[in-house]
């Protein structure tokens, strides 16, 4: 079952220079950076992740209807864009962090872990403690690839098909080995310019406490280049769910933040553009920006918001950054389904809890284990030191709310960074984590914040946790 991978681009430049110079300045804090893509892309029929209705899921759910990937899904029945897998490898000195994002609805840990084993296998330096997986949260990528049994009944990413994990592992591992293998002395900045009105808050209807332009519109951006200036990589940082396509698109895409990546290769001059998520639990691609799709008409706003940010930033070869990680185990959920938490749920939604809570009148709180849902979430910070200024990267292992993104940055500054990029579906997917105010309210984020309403305060603490071990 030797899985069929078609490697598309590796390394920018020449490899690593060798002379003794080299070697010497290596001792002397050398920041060393590559890049790498690869192409993921799942044979045809792949479940597509993201919806739990629609099109998407077979006509008499739950009973299952297969085909050669999917049981309690239809089968996709094309490709608009492929599945992109990209990793940025970083070392100085003996300090090394793999950044891998790829186009898909969440970042699951088994499926992190197998791509670690894989990329050892062939040969990398790759750790559990290294390497973060950045899900764009693209409601149109490929399922079938989660052990979690709550995402794949609900059916938001089917059951799992391990040869399709397995195909996906290793092309992880692959961008993780080539990257590290195309790695040059770098140099690096970080910015973050505001980026309104391409994306509203969803909850405003709901929420008394939220408007539509309660929004996140921190752009983040990460410039590496190497020492003769040409680009190696572009990272964007930015709170927008992948949701342009609904659920009865069947064919595979990565939705407006690919659109965004295509349209920044097609322009040139940014290296392998890579995106990462943030606090996007509340936040949707405005109407306008989806429009035109797939040549989404706010993709153009976004890549100028991106050019013009890597423009202003003046990358530095005396740039240093530092890695922390830690599991931090949540316990089985507090998934409380008693009916008044559902007083306004349509049937169809999230789990179909509503329906199922009318047939069997729910009135329990469901403490569901690992294999339902991942409960032992990894948080990763790497700190980026750029001309005096510092800069911290936070993992989240799900969909933040915007209030609980504001929160992480507020204690980011608390604990002495200058600024916060928040990466969200990072790791792990476990959710949505709805602040209590909002967890109060109800509403479908509400409903699928699993460990009650202290869920973001858990998710809160882990990330200034992890932050405060890059700080000293
Ligand atoms: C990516 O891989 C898929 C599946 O193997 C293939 O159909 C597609 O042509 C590839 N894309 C490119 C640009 O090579
Ligand atoms: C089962 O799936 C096949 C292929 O997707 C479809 O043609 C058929 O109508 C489905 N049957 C039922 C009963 O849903
Ligand atoms: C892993 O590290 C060792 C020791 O620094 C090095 O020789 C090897 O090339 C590295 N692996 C890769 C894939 O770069
Ligand atoms: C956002 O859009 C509104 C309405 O189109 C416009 O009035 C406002 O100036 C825009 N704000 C920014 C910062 O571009
Ligand atoms: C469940 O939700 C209801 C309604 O919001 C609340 O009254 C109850 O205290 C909650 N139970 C738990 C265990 O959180
Ligand atoms: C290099 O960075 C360090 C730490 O940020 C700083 O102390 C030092 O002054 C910088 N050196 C140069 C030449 O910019
Ligand atoms: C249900 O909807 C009503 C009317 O829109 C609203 O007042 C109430 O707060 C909602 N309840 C929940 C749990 O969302």
Same mark, same amino acid.
């Given at each position: ?21 080299? !070697? &010497? ?7 060393? @950076?590559?890049? #790498?893509? %690869?192409? =993921?892309? /799942? ?125 996906? !592992? &290793? ?7 080539? @990257?590290?293998? #195309?790695? %040059?002395? =770098?140099? /690096? ?284």
């Amino acid at each position: 079952m030797a899985p069929r991978l078609v490697v598309v681009a590796v390394l920018l430049l020449a490899a690593p220079l060798c002379s003794l110079a080299q !070697a &010497v300045k290596d001792d002397d804090n050398t920041l060393y @950076a590559g890049v #790498a893509h %690869v192409n =993921a892309t /799942l044979p045809l029929g792949v479940p597509l992740a993201g919806y739990n209705h629609g099109d998407r899921r077979v006509p008499y759910w739950p009973i299952p209807n297969n085909t050669a990937y999917t049981t309690f899904m239809t089968p996709s029945v094309g490709v608009m864009d492929d599945t992109n897998v990209r990793c940025l490898a970083l070392r100085q000195g003996n300090t090394r962090a793999f950044i891998v994002t790829a186009d898909a609805i969440g970042a699951d840990g088994t499926l992190r872990k197998l791509a670690v084993v894989e990329a050892q296998r062939m040969g990398s330096n790759a750790t559990l403690e290294t390497v973060t997986l950045h899900a764009s949260h693209s409601h149109s990528g490929p399922g079938a690839v989660s052990p979690s049994f709550l995402w794949a009944m609900a059916p938001a990413t089917d059951l799992l098909v391990p040869e399709l994990q397995f195909q996906l !592992a &290793v092309s992880i591992g692959q961008a993780i080995v080539m @990257a590290e293998k #195309a790695m %040059v002395p =770098a140099s /690096l900045g970080v910015d973050i310019s505001l980026l309104p009105n391409v994306t509203v808050n969803r909850r405003a209807k709901i929420s008394p406490y939220l408007q539509p332009d309660s929004i996140d519109p921190n752009l983040g951006v990460i410039r590496v280049d190497d020492l003769k200036g040409n680009p190696l990589a572009t990272i964007w940082n930015f709170a927008i769910h992948g949701t342009c396509f609904g659920p009865d698109n069947m064919k595979v895409s990565s939705d407006i933040m690919g659109g965004v990546n295509n349209l920044l290769v097609k322009n040139g001059g940014v290296g392998v553009t890579m995106f990462i998520n943030a606090d996007a639990g509340d936040i949707d691609p405005a109407p306008q920006t989806c429009q035109g799709k797939p040549n989404y008409n706010g993709a153009p706003t976004i890549a100028n918001a991106i050019i013009k940010t890597r423009k202003a930033i003046k990358p530095s070869a005396n740039a240093t950054f530092r890695i922390a990680s830690e599991v931090v185990p949540f316990g089985p959920t507090n998934l409380n389904v008693t009916l008044q938490r559902f007083e306004n749920c349509t049937s169809g939604g999230p789990l179909d809890i509503c329906t199922l809570c009318e047939v069997i009148h729910c009135d329990l709180n469901l403490h569901l284990g690992s294999s339902w849902i991942e409960n032992a979430p990894r948080f990763t910070a790497i700190r980026f030191d750029v001309d005096g200024s510092k800069t911290l990267m936070v993992t989240m292992p799900g969909e933040p709310l915007s209030e609980l993104g504001t929160e992480v940055r507020i204690d980011g500054v608390g604990l002495g960074f200058d600024r916060v990029l928040l990466a969200g579906y990072s790791n792990n997917h476990m959710g949505y984590f709805a602040t209590p105010d909002e967890y109060d309210i109800g509403g479908y984020e509400s409903q699928l914040t699993f460990w009650g309403i202290d869920t973001s305060k858990k998710v809160r603490d882990a990330c200034r946790n992890i932050g405060a071990k890059v700080i000293n």
